[in-house]
């Protein structure tokens, strides 16, 4: 098959890239060329901007392809422009989306049927933490209305594994690897969930293989903070509860991934994947994304919100 991928040198786009190629399919991207690139030779550059609408997209045109895998639309104008200009070019559009699009993100589990935040405007182009949600849940509507049955909307839960430029899951596997007494938030019965990126990539694949559609939560297994910090190796956890944390003015930045079970997003670390699961989403065991996303770290260069220091000086305050 011929597939095209709107992004596809970061992350979540390269594993996807890398994927499609290992199951023996061609592989065009288009990319604005700001981003570095470590594709292989045989992937397909086109260059355009899809910021700057029908005008930005001049290098599709007259071409045909299997599949469209947007990886890169934040924003209703970027999708609008898109989906309009391959309507007739593919036979199938797939969106990755987020799990953030839910209304009531304290249910648990957070299931496809469950409310959506109420649309952004098609005019908002300003991502922030605010419009993050409601810009997504335009998308998935626009990209639905142009394509009817033929398109497919992947929901993932905070993605992990190697080539994570965020630093969230990364910075627990670097923390753990230096070893000492370390911070762990809340008393280690709180849950995170996570989805390796290489098992959405494989799931995206089969989406594609198999023309499926409809949407799909993509979510690892679910584990409580104490297993998650065994699986990452951790010797001397030093458990703080939530209001402690708040206290030393701790929050999501420097501690990401950690949600408590009864906050208001605390449904977020309980996301089903049954459907995807029953339609073929592979799950990656935690200690193999832990390991890989280690051996990447070494080299990439992370900076964390929350330093050793500052770590060091949380822990001696809270003993005192």
């Not at 299931?111 to 409601?134: S, W």
């Not at 398109?151 to 992990?160: D, G, K």
């Not at 089969?206 to 990452?232: D, H």
Request: aromatic share 6%; proline share 6%.
């Amino acid at each position: 098959m011929n597939i095209l991928v709107l992004g596809g040198t970061q992350f979540v786009g390269r594993h996807i890239v890398e994927a499609f190629l290992a199951a023996g399919h061609g592989v065009s991207i288009l990319t604005r060329g700001k981003s570095r690139d470590e594709l292989p030779a045989a992937v397909e550059r086109l260059h355009g901007d899809r910021n700057q609408g029908a005008a930005g997209l001049a290098a599709l045109e007259g071409r045909l392809w299997d599949a469209c895998v947007d990886v890169s639309g934040y924003t209703p104008q970027q999708v609008r422009a898109s989906a309009a200009r391959l309507q007739d070019q593919v036979r199938q559009y797939v969106f990755v989306s987020t799990v953030s699009v839910y209304a009531e993100p304290n249910r648990h589990p957070v299931r496809e049927d469950d409310p959506l935040l109420p649309p952004a405007a098609e005019d908002v182009t300003e991502v922030t933490g605010e419009t993050y949600g409601p810009l997504k849940v335009t998308c998935e509507r626009i990209v639905q209305e142009v394509y009817g049955e033929r398109c497919a909307i992947l929901r993932p839960q905070i993605v992990a594994g190697p080539y994570d430029h965020t630093a969230r899951y990364p910075y627990w596997v670097d923390r753990a690897g230096r070893g000492g007494e370390m911070l762990a938030p809340g008393d280690g019965s709180d849950h995170v969930q996570v989805i390796d990126a290489r098992d959405l990539a494989k799931f995206t694949v089969k989406v594609v293989e198999e023309g499926l559609s409809g949407a799909y939560n993509l979510a690892g297994p679910r584990m409580t903070w104490a297993a998650f910090l065994e699986v990452l190796g951790v010797q001397s956890p030093r458990w703080v509860p939530q209001a402690a944390l708040e206290t030393q003015g701790l929050g999501h930045r420097e501690l990401p991934l950690y949600l408590p079970e009864d906050s208001e997003q605390g449904g977020l670390m309980d996301v089903s994947p049954q459907r995807a699961l029953a339609a073929g989403l592979p799950h990656t065991d935690p200690a193999v994304t832990a390991r890989d996303t280690r051996l990447w770290i070494q080299g990439a260069g992370l900076r964390y919100a929350l330093s050793s220091e500052r770590e060091a000086e949380v822990l001696q305050a809270l003993q005192e």
